[in-house]
């Protein structure tokens, strides 16, 4: 089955530093991903929808200078967190769409900023 | 807009009784599609089951079903003979229209299986 993965699982950072998330699906083609952001017990909230070769698509309030968001090829999107602070610490989670219009989730990437 | 509408934070069941998680939806595009979604405490996003709009007969995987009931708009999940190993968030989540990928997700019911 599609299969998609993130790495890192778990990182912790100092304030001010950048945070490079990735996403990446293993045995299938991904032209849209989709990143979410998730706090604790909170439900999963889409911050962004990525496309392959062209720019991404922001959900409202999510500033697109604080989330850089990549999608160079057809495997790979990738989340840039610049300059965190600790009110950036959650749980991101990336999803890709599969044939059959369902959706396959990474593992997710648990962000600490101290 | 779409609107996903999960009404029960929490339940608890007992092991190998059913339980039933409400969730209803509001949308005005005449396809779309249902999902339930099942997150442990490790955070990883599991697929249990899907319903589209235009599915005549309800989604059944397994242990699990969904109650689609269109005019109500609403699409419960049944959990049937419930394990230890169930007890996680459950999230009722939502694809609008045929062009529109995104998926909305309601909040979430935290649901505790007992020995």
């Known amino acids: 089955g599609a299969v998609v993965s993130q790495h890192p699982s778990r990182v912790i950072c100092k304030s001010g530093t950048s945070v490079k998330i990735e996403c990446r699906s293993l045995d299938f083609q991904a032209t849209t991903m989709f990143w979410y952001r998730q706090f604790p017990k909170q439900s999963l909230m889409l911050m962004a929808t990525?496309?392959?070769?062209?720019?991404?698509?922001?959900e409202q309030g999510v500033e697109k200078d604080k989330f850089l968001i990549n999608h160079a090829s057809l495997t790979l999107s990738t989340l840039t967190v610049t300059s965190a602070h600790p009110e950036d610490s959650s749980f991101y989670i990336c999803?890709?769409?599969?044939?059959?219009?369902?959706?396959?989730f990474g593992p997710g990437t648990r962000l600490t900023v101290l | 807009a779409q609107k996903i509408t999960q009404t029960q934070p929490g339940m608890f069941v007992q092991e190998k009784e059913a339980v039933t998680l409400d969730c209803t939806y509001d949308t005005s595009d005449p396809s779309y599609g249902l999902f339930w979604y099942k997150q442990p405490s490790s955070g990883e996003m599991i697929f249990l089951i899907y319903q589209g709009s235009y599915d005549q007969q309800n989604a059944t995987e397994g242990r699990y079903s969904l109650n689609f009931q269109k005019a109500r708009k609403s699409a419960n999940l049944v959990i049937s003979a419930s394990q230890l190993g169930d007890s996680a968030m459950y999230f009722c989540a939502m694809r609008g229209g045929s062009n529109d990928y995104k998926l909305s997700f309601g909040a979430g019911t935290t649901v505790t299986v007992r020995a």
């Open positions: 990525s496309n392959e070769g062209s720019k991404a698509t922001y």
């Open positions: 999803s890709a769409k599969i044939a059959g219009g369902a959706r396959e």
